[in-house]
């Protein structure tokens, strides 16, 4: 069976190295994009102090969470 996987994969004429490129690539995709989210959620938050500070992904989570409870306590009162 493992000489038919062999076959299969050097019919569809791409190498490990090839494999290996277009999974790094759609990493970098699926990386990109996931930091694209992290600034968009980002800017949805109030800002910070001082402002210029830099927040991690873990601290964006946060206070994301934060403002949600914050945000839902100002519509129970």
Sequence with gaps: MNHQVKRNNSRNGKSKRQKHMSATNKKR????ALHLAY???RRLLPPTI???KSMSEIEILQ???RYIVFLNNMLLN
Excluded: A, E, I, S
């Design 63 to 65: 206070q994301t969470l």
């Design 39 to 41: 600034v968009r959620l």
């Design 29 to 32: 995709l699926r990386m990109m």
């Design 50 to 52: 001082p402002p210029q």
